[in-house]
């Protein structure tokens, strides 16, 4: 067996800890009716790589945020003129009937053929050692027009073997170099693919929330053992969330706090609490008003606008909510959710204590944005990349939270990206995948932190295919990768990277971020 698997290195003690947070990435395109028609293809069996087999869907190019039910009547947004290049994708005709194939967005939903199974579920022909258990499953439907029969008719499948990877095409590398490799998962595994979903890590555990398919949008939770590498379908209770996507989850003392989002055509602005050790959601209530009101436009708003594709970062109790998009426009605003008395609020002493605030900044701001990260470094705000639906960004800004300066920082060789992840390991954010404007990348992008510029590091392995729309975070020295969407797929897949000691020996212990 080439490569390797797994060796556990502890993160020295002089290496700062990361509560590394990765933001949400939405689809840059919305749906055309609701999440039904969200369609997409799968991926298939085969362990090792996957096939591509879908009819195509003829679609006109449209803006990332403006909603075809708005195209109308919104002709003088700027998201209405220009569209970003659509990555070239093989296609498959299964006939003369077959409509012919328009360029189309990134991300861009297509109706797929019949959906193979994924290669994280058991197929027909798993060994004998690997028995498939039938359960009920829940009915947490992606939509609500899902017949009472297609909910019965899904099943829980139970993998109680891990199935360790190995690949003869990959070469043994040295173990201090950091490492690609699939995670051996088993347990409840999920069955739905991942995308423009959020994982959350508490403890030891990631719990993830929402996102969509081939399907629709979903509101379940499952949780994965960043340990074990095993994966249960746990149930909650109370005021469970409408299913959702492209929405933001901040963890907040073992409670994880889910802001915006939506499905189909429909945009959130409403917050709801999961307490991770009850299992429970909660959902406070706010002042419904989102605008400022028409006699006085000088009137700051009470309440966020509904939005998507934004970020959020916890801060000395408060959670700030930066950009996104509403279906009509992007955004660049700053709001604060004050979580400071989170727990006396949940517990109906003090609803009040959980307000809203339109933040004013100084300097120039970034200029309205969705599918860019947000990382705390300190106190300031890291933001870097995304998309307006005309460009795709390669700025990198940062927003001290104490002085509320916004700075944009030089960059020697700036890199574009949209819908990737950005993680902090240490004295580096590593980006992972992505948009560069162009096609998906699998690329790692290594951010200094003390320097603000992009390094070269060496990663050896079997990389994770071109992505976007997929989650990190970082466990135990290793960096996870859940799911994602390379503009024809959507993936179900975990994949590891184990850091070693290239990824901490060239950190610097303390340091802070100066740029103003």
Not at 149 to 178: F, N
Request: a neutral charge; one cysteine or more; aromatic letters at 8%.
């Amino acid at each position: 067996m080439a490569g390797r698997v797994w060796p556990r290195i502890q993160n020295p003690s002089c290496i700062p800890s990361s509560a590394a947070t990765s933001s949400l990435l939405v689809n840059p395109l919305d749906d055309n009716n609701d999440d039904d028609l969200d369609t997409m293809s799968n991926v298939s069996a085969n362990e090792d790589h996957r096939v591509s087999s879908q009819s195509q869907l003829a679609t006109q190019s449209r803006s990332p945020y403006l909603h075809p039910t708005h195209q109308a009547t919104a002709s003088t947004s700027t998201f209405n003129n220009h569209q970003l290049p659509n990555p070239a994708a093989p296609t498959a005709h299964s006939g003369s009937s077959s409509p012919t194939p328009t360029p189309t967005m990134p991300g861009t939903p297509r109706i797929s053929a019949s959906r193979k199974p994924s290669s994280l579920r058991h197929v027909s022909n798993a060994p004998v050692s690997e028995p498939a258990q039938s359960i009920k499953r829940r009915p947490s439907s992606p939509s609500a027009k899902d017949s009472k029969h297609s909910r019965h008719s899904r099943e829980r499948r139970i993998r109680t073997t891990p199935r360790l990877p190995h690949s003869d095409d990959v070469a043994i590398a040295p173990a201090t170099i950091m490492y690609w490799s699939r995670a051996p998962v088993h347990g409840a595994l999920p069955m739905r693919n991942m995308r423009a979903h959020t994982v959350t890590l508490v403890d030891n555990v990631a719990w993830l929330f929402g996102g969509c398919d081939d399907k629709g949008c979903w509101k379940d939770i499952y949780c994965f053992d960043t340990d074990t590498m095993q994966w249960s379908h746990p149930e909650t209770l109370g005021d469970i969330p409408p299913p959702c996507r492209a929405h933001t989850a901040t963890l907040v003392d073992r409670k994880i706090v889910i802001f915006g989002g939506g499905q189909g055509p429909v945009y959130y602005d409403s917050t709801f609490i999961l307490d991770t050790t009850t299992r429970r959601w909660f959902a406070p209530t706010f002042p419904a008003q989102s605008q400022p009101p028409p006699e006085d436009p000088e009137v700051d708003p009470l309440h966020p606008a509904p939005r998507r594709a934004h970020t959020a970062v916890l801060y000395n109790g408060k959670i700030y909510i930066f950009g996104g998009g509403n279906g009509l426009t992007a955004l660049n605003d700053l709001w604060t959710l004050d979580v400071s008395h989170l727990d006396t609020s949940l517990r109906g002493i003090s609803n009040g204590t959980l307000k809203w605030t339109l933040i004013k900044t100084e300097g120039k701001v970034p200029s309205p944005r969705g599918y860019h990260t947000a990382n705390l470094v300190g106190n300031v705000m890291v933001i870097v990349g995304g998309s307006d639906g005309q460009e795709c960004f390669s700025d990198v800004w940062c927003l001290n939270l104490e002085s509320l300066i916004w700075t944009r920082v030089s960059l020697t060789l700036p890199h574009r990206r949209l819908s990737h992840t950005s993680t902090q390991v240490g004295s580096y954010l590593f980006i992972v995948g992505g948009h560069d404007g162009a096609a998906y990348s699998s690329d790692i992008l290594f951010y200094n932190l003390v320097n603000l510029q992009y390094e070269h590091r060496p990663v050896r392995g079997k990389p994770l295919s071109a992505r976007g729309y997929h989650v990190t975070i970082v466990a135990d020295s290793r960096v996870f990768v859940f799911g994602g969407f390379n503009g024809h797929e959507v993936f179900d897949d975990v994949h590891i990277l184990d850091l070693a000691g290239t990824a901490y020996l060239p950190q610097v212990m303390s340091f802070l971020i100066d740029v103003e």
